[in-house]
Every structure is written in C-alpha cells, then in structure tokens.
C-alpha cells in the first residue's frame, strides 16, 4: 500500500502538469483472473469500464444487420470501454437460440459467434449471460412451460430452481454454450479468453422463498457444474444486490427477492460479486436527492461488504436512468456518482473494479430505446464522462504495471549486484 500511494502521488503530480492524455491498454489476450479483491490480467490488477448491449447476438443473427454490432464496439472502443455484457440466450420465441430443449438454432449460434469475434478484434472482454429471470427472451418461464409440457407437476416460475428435469435442461444449456465452438475463430468458448465471465442468470429471483435458501442451492450446484467444464473463465451469478436477512435494511422499499448478496457470494465457486443500481425503479415519486442519497448508501455499502466480509471483487454491472423521466442532466449526475465511487475505491486499491452502465446502442437502434440507451455519437455529455471514467481506470492499472516493473527491474539488479559480489569475491 505504501508503493501504491507514492504511485497516486506521482500520478496526481502528472496529471497536475497534463502529462497524461487519454491512455487505452493495450489488447490484452489472456484470461481475466482474481487475487484477492482485484482481477487480474497478465500479472496486473484489472480495472474497467464497461456497457451492456444484451442485443448484440439477437441482432448478429441477421447478417445484414451485423454492421450494428461493429460499430457499436467501435464507438465504446473509442471510448476506452473494455467490457461490455450481454445475453447468451434466447428461449423460445422469434430468433430462439435454443427453440427447444436442447435444440439450437445454428443461425443464431453463429450471431453469438460473432458478436464474441467482434468483440475481441477492438479489445473488449465479454460477460455472458446463460439465463433470464424474465420471460422476455424465454427465461425461466419457457424453461418450466417446457418442463410442464413434458408432463411435470410445475405450480410456479419458481420450480425453475428446484424441478430436476429443469435444473437437466439449464445444465445441458451451460455445457452446449461453453463448448460452442466459434464458427468464426474456431475457439471454443470455454477456451476463448475474450470471454472475461459467465453469468449464471440474469437478475435470479424466488419471490416463493425470501429466505434465499432455495437460490442459494440452486446457484452452489449450477456454478460447482459450469466449473467442471469451464476452469478458465470468472463466473458470477447475476444478482442485484439485494440483502437478506442480515442486512434487508439497506434494500430500497423493502426489497425482498429471494435473494442474498452477501451469502449468495460467498460460494467458493463465484469469483466475483456484482451489484444493479436502479434507483428510479426502486424508488419511483422520490426526489432527485433522495434518489442519489440512496445510491450513495447503496454503492458503499456493497463496497465496504465485497472488501470486508465477502473479500471478494465487485462489479456493478447494470446502472442507469431513464431519460423518459428526466432529463439528460440528472442522467449524468447519476453517472458521475456510480463512476466517482468505483474510482474512490480502485484508486486505493479497494473491492470496485468497474461498472456497466444500461444500455449501449448504436445509431439506428430506435426499437431497442428504453429510455436508458446511450448512443455515443448522440450523448455528448454522456460519452465524455464515459470516457473520463475510462481514462481515470487505465491510468491506476497503468501505474500498477509501472510498479510492478520497477519491482522486476529492483530484483534483477539485486540478482546482477549479489553475482558481481560473489565475483569479487573470487
């Protein structure tokens, strides 16, 4: 920590004499890893800045439309933005991924295929989603009608975390994802190191059981599972943030969703923790003040519990505002603040190692807007505090990799000093 603080030091004097302009790290092709409360990737702590653009495989099932996909890469890329999250699935429905149990459509596959070579060619790691909590991409919902379909006593969405055929159906998803080979680059995805983690699903709720004992299960066999096939990539599980019984205090409005952040995280085999910060939805009538003092709490507490008792990494993975009920401005003040507390605990080496904000589009996206898009060419206020946060991120992982070169170049000249002594000596 020490050696830490003399870099911000000479890092605060540099910026001070605007010897720094905007900085992008390198492409970067190994597999993200964890130590401690940080990732890691090739040997130096991982910070990042990111996006969610859940469309990306959806879209890239169209060929024609795949130009979409390139150029919203390229304008985050731009922006120093080297994670972006996004669905690896698609239940039933219009463009299924798998239209069946284990049925896949190849045309879809080979959308996902190139959204993750896209995706890797402007330097952007990727976490991918295996599930949705919500029927609109299929989720549990088709998951358990596909189940009942087959002739099993299903009583409610919520079966999707206990119903053995279910729980068979999901398994079969994971292993078919994870070993896809890539029409494209010919890696399989368990193998590719674009993909930074897997998300098990998409926001996990069990409104039937607040306990958050029936997640809890369903998250320790599905994650010990993904682990045996896949031992290169991070895994997370999806969740929102949401605390149980030790602490449901802190939930906005007496959130109670069948989940717990802190137990749930503490399965050995999630990497990482993740928090979504929504406080428009979770706090609708209330005051732009009272919203940011909320999220204020919200962020630090997830902070302080990822660092102190969980001593793991955390992500914010979904964070945003709608411009349907204010404005652009308030939009950004939201931003800066998720920003300026992820930046407050990287910059001293602390649990925060990014945030996703919701949603990335490309131009010509129109039926994809839900009020929290961001289009970069379009939001010029947006994008700048986008890409400041990029910058400020890749300026701390810098200084590490200076760091930890002075300390290679501290050891080899301990090493050329001892063998120049025992020459000496002879």
């Given at each position: 920590m020490k050696q830490l603080g003399i870099?911000?030091?000479v890092l605060i004097l540099m910026q001070k004499h605007g010897i720094f302009r905007f900085l992008h790290v390198e492409a970067d092709d190994g597999f993200v890893k964890t130590r401690g409360v940080q990732l890691m990737l090739n040997g130096s702590p991982f910070y990042a800045n990111g996006f969610n653009a859940y469309w990306l495989m959806y879209t890239a099932t169209d060929p024609s439309e795949r130009y979409k996909v390139s150029s919203a890469f390229q304008e985050a890329s731009k922006r120093g933005l080297t994670i972006g999250r996004?669905?690896?699935?698609?239940?039933?429905?219009?463009?299924?991924?798998?239209?069946?149990?284990?049925?896949?459509?190849e045309q879809t596959f080979q959308g996902l295929d190139f959204a993750i070579s896209e995706a890797g060619k402007h330097g952007i790691k990727l976490v991918l989603s295996l599930v949705d909590n919500y029927e609109n991409y299929g989720g549990k919902k088709q998951y358990v009608e596909w189940a009942r379909s087959q002739g099993q006593s299903i009583t409610s969405e919520d079966d999707f975390f206990t119903n053995s055929l279910v729980k068979g159906f999901f398994k079969n998803h994971i292993k078919t994802v994870l070993?896809?080979?890539?029409?494209l680059s010919g890696i399989a995805y368990k193998d590719d190191p674009t993909?930074?983690?897997?998300?098990?699903?998409n926001e996990p709720r069990c409104n039937s059981d607040p306990s958050g004992k029936t997640i809890q299960a369903w998250i320790t066999e599905m994650a010990s599972y993904l682990k045996s096939i896949d031992g290169n990539h991070l895994l997370e599980a999806g969740l929102e943030g949401f605390y149980g019984e030790s602490k449901r205090s802190s939930n906005p409005n007496g959130y109670q969703e069948g989940s717990d952040f802190i137990t749930n995280n503490q399965i050995p085999d999630i990497d990482f923790a993740?928090?979504?910060?929504?406080?428009?939805?979770?706090?609708?009538?209330?005051?732009?003040?009272?919203?940011?003092?909320?999220?204020?709490?919200?962020?630090?507490?997830?902070?302080?519990?990822?660092?102190n008792v969980l001593r793991k990494p955390v992500l914010f993975a979904e964070f945003g505002k709608s411009t349907k009920s204010s404005g652009i401005d308030e939009r950004d003040r939201l931003f800066n603040t998720v920003y300026s507390k992820i930046y407050s605990s990287a910059s001293g080496g602390g649990a925060a190692v990014g945030g996703l904000f919701w949603q990335l589009l490309a131009e010509g996206m129109d039926n994809f807007r839900d009020g929290y898009e961001v289009i970069l060419s379009e939001n010029s206020s947006t994008a700048s505090l986008i890409t400041q946060e990029s910058q400020k991120l890749v300026r701390i992982r810098k200084m590490y990799v200076r760091l930890r070169n002075i300390e290679r170049w501290k050891r080899a000249r301990g090493i050329r000093r001892g063998d120049t002594d025992k020459n000496h000596g002879n």
């Open positions: 870099a911000l030091f996004t669905w690896a699935f698609s239940d039933g429905g219009y463009r299924p991924l798998q239209s069946s149990p284990g049925s896949y459509n070993t896809r080979r890539n029409s993909i930074m983690a897997w998300e098990l699903m993740t928090v979504h910060s929504y406080p428009d939805q979770w706090i609708t009538g209330s005051s732009e003040e009272t919203q940011l003092s909320f999220l204020n709490s919200w962020l630090n507490d997830h902070i302080q519990d990822a660092q």
